[in-house]
């Protein structure tokens, strides 16, 4: 796989690009849905809830993780999952901009 060059973009580029990766996958737009509707849920009560293996889960929730999106607090022997409220409304808004930018088509195609 070639470089991306990520470097090349701005910061604000870069950051919404994770945002677009992590909703990228079904599964963890509906992991974002559950979350959104709870205060917090353990990767158990997920797996409760989705029709995918706990192993599955908790690579949804990394990636959800490593773009900001959802933070986890070891409780005990298990983690508790929560949507990360600051990341969640910058991502709103930084996407809301980029939908906002659109200024209509020019008939080029």
Known sequence: ?????????????????????????PARVAILKLLATKENCQCGDIVEELPLSQST??????ELKDAG???GAIDGAKVCYCINEK??????????????SYKGCNECC
Do not use: P
């Not at 889960?57 to 990394?62: A, E, R, V």
């Open 1 to 25: 796989m070639g470089a991306t060059k990520s470097y090349e973009f701005s910061t604000k580029e870069n950051r919404l690009a994770k945002y677009a990766k992590a909703l990228g996958h």
């Open 57 to 62: 889960i908790s690579q949804h929730l990394k």
């Open 87 to 100: 990341e969640w409304k910058a991502a709103q808004v930084w996407i809301n901009q980029l939908f906002d």
């Open 69 to 71: 999106l959802v933070k």
